[in-house]
């Protein structure tokens, strides 16, 4: 019986909402991600004001740290021209990490009766979808500057005409990959918090929670890594020439 009542309190988009425009916003994802992107603002504007040659303070060694991650990610995909990426590729993977560690904040009225007040972001498929079409929309863009219309539209053929279709919708499956792999994984955290909650006596939810949350930790920086992963890689084979197709294959 708890795990049929588990199953029934697992609902898939359901947030508070408001209308504006005769559109619908859900309150909490707004209200979630406005917290996520003053506090990577803050973040930014913190380590750019205590920045030293000298000896660095944590913040500065743990921008620098994925700074350093991303820069060797994006020079072994695309060579030196991956540089021109990196502060795409830090803004990426440190807002979405901010994103999905909210979700760690323990904001429920009551845990296993009500939802959080701030969700994690990334938990509803709204903003990964966002985030996913920004990054493939300037994928083509880029592709188009580095190759020309004419390469642009030739590698729709490659290796042969013949596999044009498959091509063109491999293009259209990207966005909706990238989109699926964060939302659906952070998704599964909640899920699991919502089960934990619901088979629990009510006396051990709490504990249930803190137990459960510290691989939320995890998921969600794995997580930003692979969405971060995938747009460089998108934009490395995106700006090969066809010379240059081993070394984006790295």
């Known amino acids: 019986m708890k795990t049929l009542y588990a199953a029934k309190t697992i609902e898939v988009g359901v947030h508070p909402h408001l209308m504006l425009f005769g559109l619908s916003f859900d309150s909490d994802i707004l209200m979630s991600t406005a917290l996520a992107f003053a506090i990577f603002l803050f973040l930014a504007l913190r380590v750019t004001s205590k920045i030293t040659d000298g000896v660095p303070g944590k913040l500065q060694v743990f921008?620098?740290?994925?700074?350093?991650?991303?820069t060797d990610l994006a020079t072994s995909a695309m060579g030196e021209r991956g540089k021109k990426f990196v502060p795409l590729g830090v803004t990426l993977f440190l807002f979405i990490l901010i994103c999905n560690w909210i979700g760690f904040i323990p904001s429920s009225m009551h845990p296993g009766v009500?939802?959080?007040?701030?969700?994690?972001?990334?938990?509803?498929?709204?903003?990964?979808?966002?985030?996913?079409?920004?990054?493939?929309?300037?994928?083509?863009?880029?592709?188009?500057?580095?190759?020309?219309?004419?390469?642009?539209?030739?590698?729709?053929?490659?290796p042969m005409a013949a596999m044009t279709p498959i091509n063109i919708i491999e293009e259209i499956?990207?966005?909706?990959?990238?989109t699926f792999r964060l939302f659906g994984n952070l998704f599964s955290g909640a899920i699991m918090v919502g089960v934990i909650t619901a088979l629990l006596p009510i006396f051990a939810v709490p504990f249930g929670e803190i137990l459960w949350k510290p691989f939320d930790l995890g998921i969600g920086a794995i997580q930003a890594y692979i969405f971060m992963l995938l747009a460089m890689l998108y934009f490395g084979m995106a700006t090969s020439h066809e010379e240059h197709a081993p070394e984006a294959s790295h």
Not at 63 to 70: S, Y
Not at 124 to 144: G, K, R, Y
Not at 173 to 178: A, C, D, G, I, N
């Open 114 to 158: 009500s939802g959080d007040i701030l969700p994690a972001p990334t938990s509803d498929i709204n903003l990964p979808l966002a985030m996913a079409a920004l990054v493939i929309v300037w994928v083509h863009v880029e592709s188009i500057r580095a190759r020309g219309i004419g390469g642009y539209l030739k590698h729709y053929t490659q």
């Open 173 to 178: 499956t990207k966005p909706v990959t990238m």
């Open 63 to 70: 921008w620098e740290m994925i700074l350093g991650m991303v």
